[in-house]
């Protein structure tokens, strides 16, 4: 299994210009998210899904889109590249059997280090 | 919703000492409290978790207990070796919801 993927690794863009970062888990998890990570901030969710066509937003969802077409992918978009958004983006994903709760371990991505200019 | 504090911000021990990083959350509803390790330029990774009908648990040179009542828990490190040094972040999630709230992390030094 190669766990939770993401592409770019790196990507600096120019103010205004728009782009989607890929996610991508082969283990079949329901939950899937986006975090940032910036210095001093920890980790903050930017939007989640609990399954395919289910998505919602988390502490830090303005200026990001996200859309769930299948379990596997769970892509983020930027709509307006601001240098605000400059940081370092988490995907991740867990499991969640149907009708219960999951405590189970969350897998995260290598990450996206995004510039804005 | 759920706020989870942690300190301290930056924590520097000797190779040896023990380390411990306390985290609080607010919402008593939450009942599954994670740690996790990230190495410098590395994803985080899970290193210990401990659910609300358990006070404490152990795993070799790492433990992590927990005061349901004062809404607190720590992660304690013992023998601290250079390769723990890494920001180790809590975790909060509260039953029936998914999200795990995170705090902002510790930056753990271990100097030989």
């Known amino acids: 299994n190669a766990g939770v993927t993401q592409t770019p690794k790196f990507q600096v863009l120019k103010t205004g210009q728009s782009m989607t970062l890929q996610c991508a888990q082969d283990m079949n998890h329901e939950y899937m998210s986006w975090y940032r990570q910036d210095p001093g901030m920890g980790l903050r969710l930017i939007h989640y899904s609990v399954g395919a066509g289910i998505t919602d937003q988390g502490e830090v969802p303005n200026g990001y889109n996200v859309s769930r077409s299948t379990t596997e992918d769970f892509p983020l978009r930027l709509l307006s590249a601001a240098p605000s958004q400059t940081s370092v983006y988490f995907c991740a994903s867990k499991s969640i059997p149907l009708g219960t709760v999951s405590y189970n371990e969350q897998f995260f991505g290598p990450g996206t280090r995004l510039t804005v200019l | 919703g759920e706020n989870v504090e942690q300190h301290p911000s930056t924590l520097s021990v000797q190779e040896g000492d023990s380390a411990v990083i306390k985290c609080t959350y607010s919402?008593?509803?939450?009942?599954?409290f994670p740690w996790y390790k990230q190495e410098l330029g590395k994803r985080p990774q899970l290193i210990i978790d401990?659910?609300?009908?358990?006070g404490e648990k152990k795993d070799q040179r790492i433990a992590v207990t927990l005061n349901k009542t004062a809404k607190h828990f720590s992660l304690h490190i013992t023998e601290t070796q250079p390769e723990d040094s890494a920001v180790y972040f809590c975790?909060?999630?509260?039953?029936?919801?998914?999200?795990?709230?995170f705090g902002t992390g510790t930056r753990l030094l271990v100097s030989p």
């Open positions: 919402d008593s509803a939450s009942n599954y």
């Open positions: 401990i659910r609300s009908n358990v």
């Open positions: 975790a909060a999630l509260r039953g029936g919801f998914q999200k795990l709230v």
